[in-house]
Nanobody
């Protein structure tokens, strides 16, 4: 069973930066989208950023201009560079890959932004 492994979360002060990484433990064929979601306490999981196989990128309005999603040189890796972090960016961040068969999810990494 292929797993997505995330890293890079942590505690940072407002205005700071973090870089999240996600790598698949094995090969996943025909990936359509790679992305990041987050879930704040008491809220639903929401899409933060997504990149398609055709390199089309979507961002949540709340992170535009501050976050950047990118592919890694290694196959099946994706990054999320988060700058100018705000307390409202706090939550558990989940990596997500989708192909025509199923979605894949990481276990989540905690991001906490202090004011």
């Amino acid at each position: 069973q292929v797993q997505l492994v995330e890293s890079g979360g942590g505690l940072v002060q407002a205005g700071g930066s973090l870089r999240l990484s996600c790598a698949a433990s094995g090969s996943i064929s025909s990936i359509n989208t790679m992305g990041w979601y987050r879930q704040a306490p008491g809220k639903q999981r929401e899409l933060v950023a997504q990149i398609t196989s055709g390199d089309r990128i979507n961002y949540a309005d709340s992170v535009k201009g501050r976050f950047t999603i990118s592919r890694g040189n290694a196959q099946n890796t994706v990054y999320l560079q988060m700058n100018s972090l705000k307390p409202e960016d706090t939550g558990v961040y989940y990596c997500n890959f989708n192909n025509w068969l199923q979605p894949y999810w990481g276990q989540g990494t905690q991001v906490t932004v202090s004011s």
